[in-house]
DNA sequence: GTGAAAGCGCTAACAG
DNA sequence: CTGTTAGCGCTTTCAC
């Protein structure tokens, strides 16, 4: 049968606390026993059982990742492997594990947290995701559970919840901004599904730029979707079959920039020389597009590094205050943008 | 504090022993008794322990996913979110959870598997690749641990282990003979990593077709790369420069083929005029490329969904004979294949 | 139908 | 430095 920490005992003639005690490598052990138990763990191939030990412990080494609902094409987004990987490789250094929600709904989801949660079966939980209003988020807050979210909260409990997030507001602006110095002034925004707060702050930053410019904002140049590809072809017919089309599209997420892409290819359209793409992400494939797209690198790894980071540091010290990290971004510019040059009929 | 077995007991007048029948809807437990519990653990806002009832059991419901090392660019592969998904919602279904494997070097995953396994972490494994030699396989199969493969085992054991594949084989050598249809003869393969089970299917798909058709094969025709994107582009430059460059490519991986793509496109080839491509995956982005490609639709989402089936017939039923399963696969024509008119250089 | 009690494998006081 | 003992929260015989 299996090996316990008895058989171990016994064969180092020992007690088992002594066993328990060299697995966790305590100080007050002399060197030799150590040794004996070692040798013995080894002879028997014992293995801790890892049940018993969170039972004991009421720790179980493992945070869980709570991803936005399997259901939707979101998921597929090469954004998610690159967090976990960023996840990964921390939460491996620190030796946790990483356990997977799999709802496919939003209720199905929220009740696998509460099982996680009331079940002891994570220590930790991230959040890859912030919606608007988020059941999860609330639900975890109120249970003061420890927990981190990629993004940021949306609502006045910002102060109170550890978060890794980029500067989204900041960088949609610059981005606008640079396609202004471009000479664009026809800039549509096509943006996510509305309820991520990251939409709403890529927005803001959009209309600042534009603003600040002392340009007027078209509300016929602001769509939003929730589906990234077809999101992006729907985007694009909308926008192109307007009197005044726009000459320069900010895109919220690379996926999108290929589905826009496809559909520009088929209506002839060419970018950059009639249109200007700016989108957001910089995933791994995304510099494959044709043409080679301009984008915001805003450094997926290191947001799930970080969270995993600060997450852990929350499971061992429940005290410390709410933590913010904003993880710097990066504007990569390839071949999607041009300087506006051609007349345009007078608005 | 927590909200046990014993104080919901206490508060419905009952013993612990009952209430764990109830969870478990034992038959033999009076209805009214039930109802009596199910109220008490309501208003207590009882959650069972995940750990105690693992360790009663000597079942966690979980399973283990182990993916290849995410060192390398492999893991960035949307094929990953997308088998995930369909392991998921069977996962789900059957109330199983995800734990994921955090490994960055082959051996630190094996030592996690060793973990999983010996720790009782998780009831059964899944393997989401299938690379030639593979220790994990081998410790798995000798542990008789309960576990399926995505792929195929390479060697004699084949008939030993259970596993969910595509008939690569079959598949490959399709897709030559539907190139070969088209009038091409200089057909050259572009292959991922040797290591995996599914380059070895294909070479020997294609060079079966070459074979039937009478056609030799040039070494200089097939190359291999490891690095999905970098490895497009190199074999590109590699092909390209042949006195005698293909009319035809056959590409290991959809990722891979936006590589070839672009790099094609920076060397003014023109795709299908010039060359043709074929590919092998579907990705959701793969009908977004330009032009749209060619590719085999290998049914990712079932590869996992049924992986996950047989995995846990297998935990149910240790006993049961190996499975295997194919999932059936289609060509989808889109516009990266052409016929060969042009007059070519003698061979 | 229901209760009492032992035990899953480990940790953590408390002794000594 | 090491052993003894009492749980962690649940399941599961075995009684009644």
Redesign the interface.
């Known amino acids: 049968m299996?090996v316990t920490i008895k058989d171990v005992a016994k064969k180092a003639n020992v007690a088992p606390s002594t066993v328990s005690r060299v697995i966790a490598n305590s100080s007050r052990i002399s060197q030799r026993t150590k040794e004996r138990v070692r040798e013995a763990m080894e002879d028997l191939?014992y293995?801790?059982?890892?049940?018993?030990r969170?039972?004991a412990n009421k720790s179980?080494k493992?945070i869980g990742?709570v991803m936005p609902n399997?259901a939707n094409?979101t998921?597929?987004?090469?954004f998610?492997?690159?967090v976990?990987?960023g996840i990964?490789?921390k939460?491996?250094m620190l030796e946790?594990?990483?356990?997977?929600s799999?709802?496919?709904t939003e209720e199905?989801i929220f009740e696998e947290v509460?099982?996680m949660v009331?079940?002891?079966?994570v220590d930790g939980i991230i959040l890859l995701y912030s919606r608007v209003n988020d059941k999860v988020m609330s639900y975890l807050y109120e249970q003061n559970f420890p927990f981190t979210v990629i993004g940021r909260p949306y609502d006045s409990r910002m102060s109170e919840i550890t978060f890794v997030n980029n500067d989204n507001f900041k960088a949609a602006k610059t981005v606008t901004e640079y396609l202004l110095l471009l000479g664009h002034e026809r800039i549509a925004f096509v943006g996510g599904n509305l309820d991520f707060v990251v939409t709403v702050d890529h927005m803001e930053g959009y209309e600042r730029a534009l603003k600040n410019a002392g340009i007027k904002m078209r509300d016929e140049y602001v769509v939003f979707h929730e589906e990234l590809?077809e999101g992006g072809q729907e985007a694009v017919i909308a926008l192109m079959s307007l009197k005044e089309p726009p000459t320069a599209l900010l895109v919220a997420d690379d996926?999108m920039t290929?589905?826009v892409?496809?559909m520009l290819?088929e209506m002839d359209v060419s970018v950059p020389d009639d249109v200007s793409i700016v989108s957001f992400n910089n995933l791994?494939?995304s510099?494959?597009?044709?043409p080679?797209m301009t984008t915001v690198d805003i450094n997926i790894y290191s947001l799930g590094y970080e969270a995993t980071t600060l997450l852990i540091e929350k499971i061992l010290k429940p005290d410390v205050n709410p933590r913010k990290m904003i993880i710097p971004h990066k504007l990569i510019k390839r071949q999607s943008c041009q300087r506006q040059t051609k007349k345009l009929a007078p608005q």
């Open positions: 299996t191939g293995h801790p059982n890892f049940n018993a969170s039972l179980t493992t990742l399997s094409k998921f597929q987004n090469p998610f492997p690159e976990i990987r990964s490789t939460a491996h946790y594990g990483m356990y997977l799999t709802g496919q199905e509460q099982h009331q079940g002891r079966r590809q996926i290929f589905g892409l496809r290819s791994m494939i510099e494959l597009s044709s080679p």
